[in-house]
């Protein structure tokens, strides 16, 4: 039978496809929007299409609801409505997408709930009672609160948050220059940072998440995707992958659950949730052991050769041998470095000597210099996966040993692409799967060349913007925190962060929506909102988080202002027109972002945003590459990155130039203040998730890992309310294998409860041969309204690694029953 065939828990490749034909009812989505052929725009659009009688305008518009967007789209007008969206061809085809959630867009425009006008608390917060007030009173509320907070309790005090909701370049360009400008503090997600944080502790930081362009799947012989259901997940980058499996590539699909993509897959390997990085370090044992390691890049890239004193863990260098280090060259703030070169041992001549100019580095061996005990990092690394055989590795993953040995040596056949997904760092453990993939791809060589990599989808946002556009005017003295979302309520219960006292009296949420797609919801509600005086929500709708807010501004869609998009897995700078105008009175987040810097006397903008888009784009990096302001309206989307991007093809942006797989001096993601553990975080290691694993004592009660996914229906909170998707996913459902579900007496249709101690959430089941025995698998962002009770992030907790900092939303226990209607 071949592998596609072959069935995971009694379910067939044949039977998934079935389950998922309802999505086929989106093919409707592009035709039946609008019923207008695509015409020629009248004055003020793209133009470029047929006339016809209708005379529709058409707009080039770029969707950038999250990180994973920018996709280049037309909005058809007409009597200065838009009326229908289709796909608008980029200048590099390859990225001509378009998905269901960019077809459906007119709905959310012209959604009957979308916000209209300024709203004020009327009863108590979430209690949905407000009245309307006019701008002028919301802006002169907010500015006299915020004015008072800052004369009282310094700027500190006024935080804002931020998240992912619009990656318009003026949209947050704005809302960060007022902010920066009064000295606000900053509230950090905190979330789906940690596969970054492992791999670039290795790479260096050229931006968060970091691999070759998607048009390099091609290129591969292998392509191991490790949790990541990219058909739903990245559904505009899925092409891409059906090109590389089309030529031929051998795609092996690593996760719990089989997925649309495991469908896809030639090779599906079940996995315990929170294990990989011990499979990862199993199969890099196996190939050390049959010494299949790619000894000239360990040697020449990574930092393999580098001797490592035993007594510090930090590397050799010459200056602990009497050289003095010489000055190097200025860094960015113009300071002189210090180049102190690093230590290896040379085989010639059986001593240390500096690594430039040595020729010939030996990679494996513990070695005395001048009195330093001292073992190569590749020697560190190698007793690391020892730990780790195939027996071992098998009992923790669930994985058959002979499987393991198949893995490790497709791993050794290159090229070799390891798209990693955003599944296995969503718990405690969760930055060592990615450091300990990092370090497979150094020990084999599969970095910095067409097909091979470790990564995720590459996003990047262009870097040669106006950097000093959204600064300060003026620098402040001591710069307010960035604060993670994570330890929010212990800064507000202590009044200090970082030992230094600090109130926090207002909280501004754009773009973003805690209370729906951050953890801990109860948490929010008990210890941080009641605790913070005045919260001002910036969106179109009436969200979790708005309704826990005292002001509710209506913002515009990104349909309804000018722009300038340069982010994402796209690889073009779009200019993005505006189309219609906003309704009601909402008003584009840089037009409210004007009137409050003008009723606090702040003078920050530029008379006219046109002034502002040119000033940001028309810089000496923008003019290397040819682009303008000016030219990027004429022609819509401009290129900026090289094609085809490879990563890495010279050298890594580590303190050494090269793969750090054994790292330094380990530093959290973000510095709250809090102790990590710098030994275990020099290596690549497995050790248990903070909760979801059979030895944590909550087991017993709370059996079952409870585990989100990324739906093709919504963008995190985004589209929740949107009427023509919600007819095709209409309630939240929590999927449940048979077997589980049989002997709670539960079917497919039932409501069920799942719960812990720390909350709860109803949902209709959904019996599912592809979720794993054990693990319950959710669609995530349903506002807790759509629920029937409770909501899925009562369930987690601010519970965190601390090196890591980010949210673990899949590092939860819990138990599901039928629902008879109580709470837990």
Not at 155 to 160: A, D, H, L, N, T
Not at 255 to 264: C, G, N, S, V, Y
Not at 469 to 489: F, G, Q, T
Not at 544 to 552: F, G, K, L, M
Request: net charge negative; with cysteine; hydrophobic share 40%.
């Amino acid at each position: 039978m071949p592998e596609k065939e072959k069935t995971f828990l009694n379910f067939s490749r044949r039977n998934f496809l079935k389950t998922a034909a309802v999505v086929a009812g989106s093919a409707w989505l592009g035709s039946s929007l609008g019923c207008t052929p695509q015409s020629t725009s009248s004055s003020g659009g793209s133009g470029g299409e047929a006339p016809t009688a209708m005379q529709d305008e058409i707009f080039n518009v770029a969707c950038r609801p999250n990180c994973f967007e920018s996709c280049q789209i037309n909005a058809h007008v007409r009597d200065g409505k838009l009326v229908k969206t289709s796909m608008a061809p980029l200048p590099d085809p390859a990225y001509n997408r378009v998905c269901l959630r960019g077809l459906s867009s007119v709905s959310n425009i012209y959604d009957p709930d979308r916000i209209k006008y300024p709203m004020k608390r009327a009863g108590e917060r979430g209690e949905d009672k407000w009245e309307r007030i006019s701008w002028d009173d919301a802006i002169n509320e907010i500015a006299d609160k915020f004015t008072a907070y800052q004369k009282e309790f310094g700027p500190q005090s006024i935080v804002k948050s931020i998240v992912s909701g619009n990656y318009g370049q003026i949209n947050q360009g704005f809302t960060a220059t007022f902010f920066n400008n009064i000295n606000a503090s900053t509230m950090a997600a905190s979330l789906d940072i940690g596969n970054a944080v492992g791999l670039n502790r290795v790479v260096g930081w050229a931006g968060i998440w970091l691999g070759n362009e998607n048009a390099d799947l091609v290129n591969a012989k292998n392509i191991f995707i490790w949790g990541n259901n990219l058909t739903d997940a990245q559904i505009q980058e899925w092409h891409f992958m059906a090109d590389a499996i089309e030529a031929g590539a051998k795609t092996i699909v690593i996760d719990p659950i089989f997925t649309q993509m495991a469908a896809k897959a030639d090779m599906f390997v079940p996995i315990r949730p929170a294990s990989d990085a011990a499979l990862i370090l199993a199969m890099m044992n196996i190939i050390i052991t049959k010494d299949q390691i790619d000894r000239k890049f360990l040697l020449e890239r990574t930092v393999a050769p580098f001797l490592v004193r035993l007594d510090t863990g930090e590397f050799l260098r010459m200056s602990d041998l009497g050289v003095e280090p010489t000055e190097g060259p200025k860094d960015a703030t113009g300071k002189a470095t210090k180049v102190d070169p690093v230590v290896v041992w040379s085989g010639s001549e059986s001593k240390g000597v500096a690594l430039e100019g040595a020729s010939d580095p030996t990679l494996e061996g513990e070695f005395t210099v001048e009195g330093f005990a001292c073992k190569t990092a590749y020697t560190l690394l190698k007793e690391e996966v020892m730990q780790y055989p195939a027996e071992v590795a098998s009992q923790l993953t669930e994985i058959p040993v002979e499987t393991i040995n198949e893995l490790a040596q497709l791993a050794t056949e290159g090229p070799v692409t390891h798209r990693c997904g955003w599944g296995s760092q969503a718990y405690d453990n969760g930055v060592h799967p990615h450091h300990a993939g990092a370090a497979l791809a150094a020990i084999t060589g599969q970095m910095g060349f067409p097909g091979a990599m470790y990564g995720s989808q590459d996003w990047n946002v262009y870097s040669g913007f106006n950097a000093t556009h959204n600064a300060a005017k003026e620098a402040p003295a001591v710069k307010s925190p960035s604060i993670s979302c994570l330890v929010m309520a212990d800064v507000i219960k202590t009044g200090k962060f970082k030992g230094e006292d600090i109130t926090i009296k207002a909280l501004w949420v754009h773009d973003g929506n805690p209370l729906c797609t951050f953890v801990d919801t109860n948490g929010w509600l008990n210890d941080v909102f009641p605790n913070i005086e005045f919260i001002v929500t910036v969106d179109m709708m009436m969200t979790d988080t708005a309704r826990y807010s005292d002001i509710v501004l209506p913002c515009a869609q990104f349909f309804e202002y000018e722009d300038v998009v340069a982010s994402g897995p796209c690889y073009h700078m779009i200019h993005s027109e505006k189309a219609v105008d906003p309704p009601f009175e909402a008003k584009p987040d840089h037009e409210i972002m004007r009137l409050l810097a003008a009723k606090m006397g702040l003078d920050i903008y530029p008379e006219t945003n046109q002034q502002w888009l040119k000033d940001h784009v028309d810089t000496e990096a923008s003019a290397a590459l040819g682009i303008t302001y000016d030219k990027l309206v004429q022609e819509k989307a401009i290129r900026w990155t090289p094609k085809p991007l490879v990563r890495w093809t010279d050298t890594f942006l580590t303190p050494s130039g090269r793969m750090e797989f054994y790292v330094e001096k380990p530093t959290p993601q973000q510095d709250y203040g809090q102790t990590i553990d710098v030994a275990r975080e020099r290596l690549p290691r497995f050790f248990p998730p903070g909760e979801a694993w059979p030895e944590d004592p909550m087991y017993q009660k709370y059996p079952f890992v409870l585990m989100s996914e990324r739906p093709r229906f919504r963008v995190h909170g985004q589209w929740y309310n949107n009427k023509i998707l919600r007819e095709l996913d209409p309630v939240p459902t929590v999927k449940i294998n048979p077997a589980d579900a049989s002997k709670k007496g539960i079917k497919s249709g039932d409501l069920v409860e799942c719960f812990n101690d720390r909350g709860f959430a109803v949902a209709t089941a959904s019996l599912n041969d592809a979720i794993r025995p054990g693990t319950l698998v959710y669609p995530k962002s349903w506002q807790i309204n759509q629920h029937v009770a409770g909501g899925w992030s009562q369930l987690s907790t601010f519970r965190h690694d601390p090196v890591m900092v980010n949210q673990s939303f899949m590092d939860v226990l819990c138990d599901f029953r039928p629902w008879t209607g109580g709470g837990n």
